[in-house]
């Protein structure tokens, strides 16, 4: 089961990511982007929120819409994320994937390489 705190250290881990507070709750950037965030309320429901890569999305909501939603922010299309539903690692790729759709592939690419390597 993972937990906000392990969002927050998974996030945090990534190459160029930082926290910053937004109306109290807090957002994981890379500069100016945001990739992951957690209001208050949607962690009170156990959710955060991901902007996860666009055909990805559609497949989770398709297959797992207990644990993934929809979560429309201005024109961008986000996820909201049941933590409680993941384990960490499968929330680790996730945040990687959220990172990844806000920083340039030449320093994305190393990082997936890695977690390759890993395997």
């Given at each position: ?15 160029g990511?930082?926290?910053?507070t ?55 299309h ?9 384990e ?25 390489a ?5 395997r």
């Open positions: 089961m993972a937990t906000l705190d392990d969002l927050r250290r998974l996030a945090l881990d990534l190459p990511a930082h926290e910053v937004y109306k109290g709750d807090p957002w994981f950037n890379v500069g100016k982007k945001t990739f992951a965030l957690a209001p208050s309320d949607e962690v009170a429901a156990g959710r955060a929120i991901l902007k996860l890569d666009r055909a990805h999305q559609e497949l989770l909501f398709e297959i797992r819409p207990d644990t993934f939603q929809p979560c429309k922010v201005a024109t961008v986000w996820s909201y994320v049941r933590l409680a539903d993941l960490p690692a499968e929330l680790s790729v996730l945040v990687r994937e959220a990172w990844a759709a806000v920083v340039p592939k030449r320093v994305s690419a190393p990082v997936f890695a977690a390759a390597d890993k």
